[in-house]
T-cell receptor
């Protein structure tokens, strides 16, 4: 399909392990965003990529979180040494520069 | 800076009742405004948008008007249905120094009972 895809859809991990979450944006979308949504809460901005510009990392909650994007394609969000408070749904969205965001289905991360 | 404040929930209404979910914003530029909806077990999807003052976004019977004078974008529907039960997020996008940034409200949960 032509939408934003994310993998895995669900991830269960043990405290202290590293995880990688993947996002495939819509082809041609220059902007890519990562958000975190804890149970029953709103969206928490994590990081934003715009073309080849330096990413806006202002939302990353700690240095355990990092993200990369290859050009205007796939992005990977990495969480090192996971903690139980990292349990959440991680959402990826893409957009053209001035238009609407399109969200992926999310990755539900559970840290035991 | 930019921010969005929306009515806290949860909101419970009977079917066919009138719905208003308030949203106000603070922005340094000329933002576009959005309502997103998240149905149970699903991802966020765009409900409607407005890109300039006095524009009205509409979709599926929902409406919201971009009011610059009151910095508001309240969501309304004249007659809600059980299938409208979801979480609704107000959002704005503004052209920042590094591109288009989005700001979301905390979400308002709506439950419609038959």
């Amino acid at each position: 399909g032509a939408g934003v895809s994310q993998s895995p859809s669900n991830k269960v991990t043990e405290k202290g392990k590293d995880v990688e979450l993947r996002c495939d944006p819509i082809s041609g979308h220059t902007a890519l965003y990562w958000y975190r949504q804890r149970l029953g809460q709103g969206l928490e901005f994590l990081i934003y990529f715009q073309g080849n510009s330096a990413p806006d990392k202002s939302g990353l909650p700690s240095d355990r979180f990092s993200a990369e994007r290859t050009g205007e394609s796939v992005s990977t969000l990495t969480i090192q040494r996971t903690q139980q408070e990292d349990s959440a749904v991680y959402l990826c969205a893409s957009s053209l520069t001035t238009y609407t965001q399109y969200f992926g289905p999310g990755t539900r991360l559970t840290v035991l | 800076g930019n921010s969005v404040t929306q009515m806290e929930g949860p909101v419970t209404l009977s079917e066919e009742a009138f719905l208003t979910i308030n949203c106000t914003y603070t922005a340094t530029g000329y933002p576009s405004l959005f309502w997103y909806v998240q149905y149970p077990g699903e991802g966020l999807q765009l409900l409607l948008k407005a890109t300039k003052a006095d524009d009205k976004g509409s979709n599926k019977g929902f409406e919201a008007t971009y009011r610059k004078e009151t910095t508001s974008f309240h969501l309304e529907k004249g007659s809600v249905q059980v299938s409208d039960s979801a979480v609704y997020f107000c959002a704005l996008s503004d052209q920042g120094n590094t591109g288009n940034q989005f700001y979301f409200g905390t979400g308002t949960s709506l439950t419609v009972i038959p």
